[in-house]
């Protein structure tokens, strides 16, 4: 079965440092890997996803994820964090038959000046 | 474009009652899934909807059914409201296959629901 581990609920960084969320992922097939973001009072919008192509992926808003096979990871990192990052970060895995997201519990990032 | 549009955005029901969210997919999107964000968690996959046929089901119980129409928009419906029910109901679209879908997941704003 497909699980995702989000590694720390609350990360907090200064405007301007590294930002690296964590997530590990379990899964019997070649995973298919998402990460999401959540603004308050707001849906899921896709930041970046891993579909078995290049192992380094970018996204939307500066964010860049590495998929690590050996590791079974895929960390979200942006090199210079910014006032408006600051909201809660979903890792997901596509389920094995195709129509499902399994996501983990999240992380809120919080950046301050 | 428009995108996933959700509809009510809020709603307070008792328990016992029975609620119908709505969904309309992006354009172009064929496929629509459901998923239940209790506060401080991850979403949780509800049910896939494809060519107006539940394609998968989640761990959720019977009291949640859903429908898809030919224009491919959707409702869930929750009967016998518990006040664990209470959470934010999230719509996704994607384009469907015949064997699962190989589009990523757009998801709508969501209906937030508290159940008293």
């Known amino acids: 079965a497909q699980s995702v581990t989000q590694l720390g609920s609350h990360v907090s960084v200064s405007e301007g440092a590294l930002v690296l969320l964590r997530c590990n992922y379990s899964?019997?097939?070649?995973?298919?890997l998402f990460w999401y973001v959540q603004y308050p009072n707001q849906g899921l919008q896709l930041l970046l996803k891993?579909?078995?192509?290049?192992?380094l992926v970018k996204g939307i808003n500066g964010f860049e994820a590495e998929f690590k096979k050996s590791e079974t990871s895929f960390h979200l990192t942006k090199p210079s964090a910014h006032m408006s990052d600051a909201a809660e970060y979903f890792c997901?895995?596509?389920?094995?038959?195709?129509?499902?997201?399994?996501f983990g519990k999240g992380t809120t990032l919080s950046v301050s000046s | 474009d428009a995108g996933v549009t959700q509809s009510p955005t809020h709603l307070i029901k008792t328990r016992g009652q029975q609620v119908t969210l709505r969904c309309s997919p992006k354009?172009?999107?064929?496929?629509v899934s459901w998923y239940q964000q209790a506060l401080g968690q991850g979403p949780q996959f509800i049910f896939q909807?494809?060519?107006?046929?539940?394609?998968q089901r989640g761990n959720f119980p019977d009291r949640f059914s859903g429908h898809q129409f030919p224009n491919y928009s959707s409702e869930l419906n929750v009967n016998a409201l518990l006040l664990g029910d209470s959470a934010l109901y999230l719509c996704?679209?994607?384009?469907?296959?015949?064997?699962?879908?190989?589009?990523?997941?757009?998801f709508g704003p969501g209906t937030r629901l508290l159940v008293l």
């Open positions: 909807y494809y060519e107006e046929e539940e394609r």
């Open positions: 891993y579909t078995s192509a290049a192992t």
């Open positions: 899964s019997s097939v070649p995973p298919y």
């Open positions: 354009s172009g999107h064929d496929t």
């Open positions: 997901a895995v596509r389920n094995q038959a195709g129509t499902a997201l399994i």
């Open positions: 996704a679209s994607s384009l469907g296959s015949g064997t699962g879908f190989q589009e990523t997941q757009y």
